[in-house]
């Protein structure tokens, strides 16, 4: 089956449930430029369209079988539409019934507020124009298509597709669509967009004690990943009370995923964009809380020669109150780093991981941890993970923040 007739089969339901449905009718200024219907979705209709052309006539006067637009407006509808995606945009306009002949302008807006006067003064190219002479085999279909060649296509005999059209996202567009003939049945307008919508990706999640193997109930928590360290990251999900979760994850995205319960340490794992293209499985392995353990909080990040937190560390530290809120009992050292290799440590490296800490130590309180449960302290390049930093990522590893388990 011709993949246009596929469409309209699926679209009319072979020509009864459709029609069953509410029909949309238009006012006589949508026949106008200026009262465009404004689609939201990628799918309007079906419509009944008014006859005549409105209250204005944008489009007449001009030669028989010219390319790039109508000679004269009949009976028309315009609509406006913003593109959701940057891809390749393909259209079906389908007629409600096959004996109906549309026509269709394809204008992109230039952002100027005297638009429809200049397409009414003919100053405006067409994107893409489509005036060809319905035909038996198509069944009322025309619009946009990748197996169509050319962009203009003339009245008379000829396909009824065009050539589709790359776009940007945001990209804003007016469509005019004009039956040559009065009391027709309507239409319906599928826009569709090469690639989209995107598969979701299913995570599947499960949490368990380390050692035993047994599950944990945990409290889970996925954020959206910003790549500007200024952004806070956004939380996507937030959920409790289970050992397993099923997660639905938009491709194309980085995302962080927390894990919390009573008595263990947090588990955090990154997720990169290339990652989440297909479901996942993760199993969270959660370490039991011990005194004297050490945990090193991920992506905390300063402004440069600075104690100042960027809003990029803030994800690692509502997950480090998290912690402190299902373990009301448990008290911690956040103690602040520097990397500093081939130097003797000095009283200015102590002072700056010290205040790093002490950042730290400021914001739990501020978040209603009890202070109490609290004390801070800066060690300078004495305890850098890697005394001999290959490159920056090691580097990064040295500049960090430990959580000390000083009590249960």
Request: glycine share 6%; charged share 25%.
């Given at each position: 089956?011709?993949?246009?007739?596929?469409?309209?089969?699926?679209?009319?339901?072979?020509?009864?449930?459709?029609?069953?449905?509410?029909?949309?009718?238009?006012?006589?200024?949508?026949?106008?430029?200026?009262?465009?219907?404004?689609?939201?979705?990628?799918?309007?209709?079906?419509?009944?369209?008014?006859?005549?052309?409105?209250?204005?006539?944008?489009?007449?006067?001009?030669?028989?079988?010219?390319?790039?637009?109508?000679?004269?407006?009949?009976?028309?509808?315009?609509?406006?539409?913003?593109?959701?995606?940057?891809?390749?945009?393909?259209?079906?306009?389908?007629?409600?019934?096959?004996?109906?002949?549309?026509?269709?302008?394809?204008?992109?807006?230039?952002?100027?507020?005297?638009?429809?006067?200049?397409?009414?003064?003919?100053?405006?190219?067409?994107?893409?124009?489509?005036?060809?002479?319905?035909?038996?085999?198509?069944?009322?279909?025309?619009?946009?298509?990748?197996?169509?060649?050319?962009?203009?296509?003339?009245?008379?005999?000829?396909?009824?597709?065009?050539?589709?059209?790359?776009?940007?996202?945001?990209?804003?567009?007016?469509?005019?669509?004009?039956?040559?003939?009065?009391?027709?049945?309507?239409?319906?307008?599928?826009?569709?967009?090469?690639?989209?919508?995107?598969?979701?990706?299913?995570?599947?999640?499960?949490?368990?004690?380390?050692?035993?193997?047994?599950?944990?109930?945990?409290?889970?928590?996925?954020?959206?990943?910003?790549?500007?360290?200024?952004?806070?990251?956004?939380?996507?999900?937030?959920?409790?009370?289970?050992?397993?979760?099923?997660?639905?994850?938009?491709?194309?995205?980085?995302?962080?995923?927390?894990?919390?319960?009573?008595?263990?340490?947090?588990?955090?794992?990154?997720?990169?964009?290339?990652?989440?293209?297909?479901?996942?499985?993760?199993?969270?392995?959660?370490?039991?809380?011990?005194?004297?353990?050490?945990?090193?909080?991920?992506?905390?990040?300063?402004?440069?020669?600075?104690?100042?937190?960027?809003?990029?560390?803030?994800?690692?530290?509502?997950?480090?109150?998290?912690?402190?809120?299902?373990?009301?009992?448990?008290?911690?050292?956040?103690?602040?780093?520097?990397?500093?290799?081939?130097?003797?440590?000095?009283?200015?490296?102590?002072?700056?991981?010290?205040?790093?800490?002490?950042?730290?130590?400021?914001?739990?309180?501020?978040?209603n941890i009890q202070e109490a449960r609290l004390v801070y302290k800066g060690y300078g390049n004495k305890e850098m993970?890697?005394?001999?930093?290959?490159?920056?990522?090691?580097?990064?590893?040295?500049?960090?923040?430990?959580?000390?388990?000083?009590?249960?």
């Amino acid at each position: 089956m011709n993949k246009h007739l596929l469409i309209l089969t699926l679209a009319l339901c072979c020509g009864t449930a459709c029609l069953a449905q509410k029909m949309y009718f238009p006012q006589e200024k949508n026949a106008d430029c200026n009262g465009a219907i404004l689609m939201t979705d990628s799918v309007f209709g079906p419509t009944v369209p008014p006859e005549g052309h409105g209250q204005s006539l944008e489009i007449q006067k001009n030669k028989m079988r010219d390319m790039f637009t109508f000679e004269r407006e009949h009976n028309t509808l315009w609509y406006s539409f913003e593109a959701m995606y940057s891809t390749e945009l393909t259209l079906d306009i389908i007629a409600i019934d096959s004996v109906d002949d549309f026509d269709f302008l394809l204008f992109k807006h230039d952002g100027s507020e005297d638009f429809c006067d200049k397409i009414k003064r003919g100053e405006i190219k067409p994107a893409r124009t489509n005036m060809a002479k319905n035909r038996s085999d198509q069944k009322g279909l025309t619009g946009l298509s990748t197996d169509a060649e050319v962009e203009y296509m003339p009245s008379g005999p000829g396909n009824p597709y065009s050539k589709s059209i790359f776009v940007q996202q945001g990209d804003k567009f007016l469509l005019v669509v004009d039956n040559y003939s009065k009391g027709g049945k309507g239409h319906m307008l599928h826009v569709h967009y090469a690639g989209y919508p995107k598969p979701k990706a299913i995570l599947k999640l499960t949490v368990i004690d380390k050692v035993t193997r047994k599950p944990v109930k945990s409290a889970v928590e996925v954020l959206i990943v910003n790549d500007d360290q200024n952004i806070k990251d956004e939380v996507l999900h937030s959920v409790s009370d289970s050992s397993k979760y099923k997660i639905v994850l938009d491709p194309g995205i980085n995302y962080d995923i927390n894990c919390n319960a009573k008595g263990y340490f947090f588990f955090s794992r990154h997720l990169n964009e290339d990652k989440v293209k297909n479901d996942i499985k993760m199993v969270a392995k959660l370490t039991k809380v011990v005194v004297g353990e050490k945990l090193t909080l991920q992506n905390i990040n300063f402004h440069e020669n600075s104690s100042k937190l960027l809003n990029s560390s803030i994800a690692s530290l509502d997950n480090l109150i998290s912690f402190m809120e299902h373990n009301k009992t448990v008290t911690i050292e956040v103690q602040g780093h520097v990397n500093a290799p081939n130097r003797k440590n000095s009283k200015e490296m102590n002072e700056v991981s010290e205040l790093r800490a002490k950042s730290v130590h400021l914001y739990l309180i501020k978040r209603n941890i009890q202070e109490a449960r609290l004390v801070y302290k800066g060690y300078g390049n004495k305890e850098m993970t890697y005394p001999q930093p290959a490159n920056a990522t090691q580097e990064l590893a040295n500049r960090r923040v430990d959580i000390l388990i000083t009590g249960l």
